[in-house]
């Protein structure tokens, strides 16, 4: 059964940085693309960027392309988001999930993710 741990959210000052990590254990990585969702109070969950099983297809959502960067690295089992530029509005709690793969696509839609992680808060105030 597959398994994903967020770790690396706290809180930070408007313009800092954050990296994110997922890490995924159970099964092999390689297999699965993986996402990174957030979801803010009152919201609904939204997709903030998304890689395919051997990295070479990377997605964002538009309100964070150019300041969000996602990449994995399968021999550690890892998959990191790299958030500079942070704003007010990125605050949430972000998930990572996994999504069985035949392809080197990834989606930004929740319902494809079958496993989630529990979470990690990210809060930007000044």
């Known amino acids: 059964q597959l398994q994903l741990v967020e770790s690396g959210g706290g809180l930070v000052q408007p313009g800092g940085s954050l990296r994110l990590s997922c890490a995924v254990s159970?099964?092999?990585?390689?297999?699965?693309?993986i996402g990174w969702f957030r979801q803010a109070p009152g919201k609904e969950r939204e997709g903030v960027s998304c890689?395919?099983?051997?990295?070479?297809?990377?997605n964002y959502a538009d309100s964070v392309k150019g300041r969000f960067t996602i990449s994995r690295d399968n021999a550690k089992n890892t998959v990191y988001l790299q958030m500079n530029s942070l704003e007010l509005g990125d605050t949430a709690v972000y998930y990572c999930?996994?999504?069985?793969?035949?392809?080197?696509?990834?989606?930004?839609?929740?319902?494809?993710?079958?496993?989630w992680g529990q979470g990690t808060q990210v809060t930007v105030s000044s």
């Open positions: 999930a996994a999504d069985r793969q035949l392809f080197s696509i990834c989606s930004l839609r929740t319902s494809r993710y079958g496993s």
């Open positions: 890689v395919s099983t051997g990295g070479t297809t990377r």
């Open positions: 159970g099964l092999p990585m390689d297999y699965y693309a």
